[in-house]
């Protein structure tokens, strides 16, 4: 019996569901993460740049290096351990280890990525973080005691998590070396892949909120933009409706700017559908965290509902502003151009009218020269059959004007007739 052949796609779409294991951290530990991004066109750049960047800091550890069209790879570094992510816009390093230094939250830990290999990096720093992973105290004040100490007050998201099994907190600020920070304080005999979940998905939730964020000052911009062409359509309809300027010079400024709108719908479509697509991806994160309220503390579903949300509800009306004045326009300008249109058309079939009249004019006129012509040409005809039968006419006793009385209406009807046949032959 013949082996049954596989479609070419079932190990690489398979596999693809196993391409970004999550991390396995003991408590305690501690991680540091960064996450890179090219500040222009970040999905068309060269990918390539990306692995070699990688490559460049392998070698400083003697590390083996990834597959050539590696989107994910994990390796150990001595002290710690790598988890690297190639992903459409951006790139992410988390660097990890077992235990905890005395002093939380070290900025030294980021040290472990050398300066030079920072400064040559492909892209700019989206964001980074350190993560502290301790054992949680028994009573909850000495958590609170904890958390107090190394987060913001007025900002903190606090909530548990695993079925209550750990704790995790963030304030989403930047300290003064420059990094956020999250705890996670987990119970010792928690699952070492349920806390590198957890760790995990702060780092995406974090990320991935950066990542929407970029659509917001692009917003925002637009936004005044477009205050500033309604005020300009307003205007251009108000003339329609007054007749005070011309409709063509109206209809082109419309054009302009409907031609203005779509410019910006080619700049601004794909920052607003990937701002969709990573806020989606962000808010399942959070839902997958499993939040449980801690202490009264604010959670971080709450926090990204009373900070995010807001921001994404402006990147969402701006688009819609967007869509929606460029709909107008277009309406405005359909409009205008049907009403020129018909003004034309009232023009055109003025002229045709007029068109009309002087061509039955001219028939007029035509027939009427036609009818002198008869009779010019009838003269001379009778005159010249005169003189042509007038010898014959002495014969019958016939005198000069009687031989004309009697050719006159034979030569009338002979000229009408022959005029007749040239006019239908033309």
């Keep these: 019996m013949s082996q049954i052949e596989d479609h070419p796609l079932r190990y690489s779409m398979t596999n ?21 991004k090219k500040p222009e066109d970040a999905a068309n750049r060269d990918r390539a740049l990306d692995r070699a960047h ?8 003697g590390a083996a290096h990834p597959q050539p069209d590696a989107t994910h790879f994990f390796c150990d570094l001595g002290r ?49 973080a350190l993560i502290r992973i301790e054992e949680i105290p028994e009573a909850e004040t000495e ?16 909530s548990y998590t695993l079925d209550k099994r750990a704790v995790v907190a963030g304030d989403y600020r930047i300290d003064s070396a420059g990094h956020l920070r999250f705890a996670i304080f987990a119970k010792p005999d928690t699952s070492p892949r349920r806390v590198g979940r957890t760790m995990q998905r702060l780092c995406e939730i974090e990320t991935y909120k950066a990542m929407s964020m970029l659509a917001l000052p692009k917003a925002r911009h637009l936004s ?17 409706k007054n007749n005070s300027r011309t409709e063509e010079n109206v209809l082109s400024e419309l054009l302009a700017i409907s031609a203005d709108l779509e410019d910006q719908k080619a700049q601004c479509s794909t920052r607003f559908s990937a701002t969709r697509a990573y806020s989606a991806i962000l808010a399942e994160r959070i839902i997958a965290m499993r939040e449980a309220r801690f202490r009264g503390r604010q959670t971080f579903s709450e926090f990204m509902l009373r900070r995010f949300e807001p921001a994404m509800r402006t990147v969402q009306a701006s688009e819609e502003y967007l ?28 002229l045709l009218e007029s068109m009309d009249k002087r061509a039955d004019l001219q028939l007029r006129l035509q027939r009427t020269v036609e009818g002198l012509s008869v009779v010019a040409i009838s003269y001379y005809a ?7 039968l007038y010898p014959l006419a002495k014969l019958a006793d016939l005198d000069k004007p ?24 033309h």
């Design 402 to 425: 009687m031989l004309s009385a009697i050719a006159t209406p034979f030569v009338l009807l002979g000229v009408w007739w022959i005029v007749r046949r040239i006019r239908k032959a």
């Design 143 to 158: 958590v609170e005691d904890k958390i107090r100490e190394c987060f913001v007050a007025e900002s903190i998201a606090v």
């Design 224 to 240: 005044q933009k477009l205050a500033q062409i309604d005020v300009q359509v307003c205007e251009l309809i108000g003339h329609i």
């Design 80 to 128: 710690f351990q790598l988890k690297w992510e190639l992903h459409t816009e951006f790139v992410t390093y988390t660097l990890f280890a077992d235990g905890v230094g005395k002093l939380p939250f070290d900025p030294t830990a980021f040290a472990e990525f050398p300066a030079d290999w920072l400064a040559n990096a492909t892209g700019k720093r989206l964001t980074s």
């Design 323 to 350: 869509a929606s004045m460029s709909e107008r326009v277009m309406r405005a300008a359909d409009l205008l151009r049907i009403r020129v249109e018909v003004k034309r058309s009232a023009q055109n079939q003025a």
């Design 382 to 388: 009778i005159n010249l059959v005169t003189y042509a």
């Design 16 to 36: 693809e569901l196993h391409a970004r294991p999550f991390p396995v951290l003991n408590v305690p530990s501690h991680a540091v993460f960064l996450a890179l």
């Design 54 to 61: 990688l490559i460049e800091l392998l070698d400083r550890f």
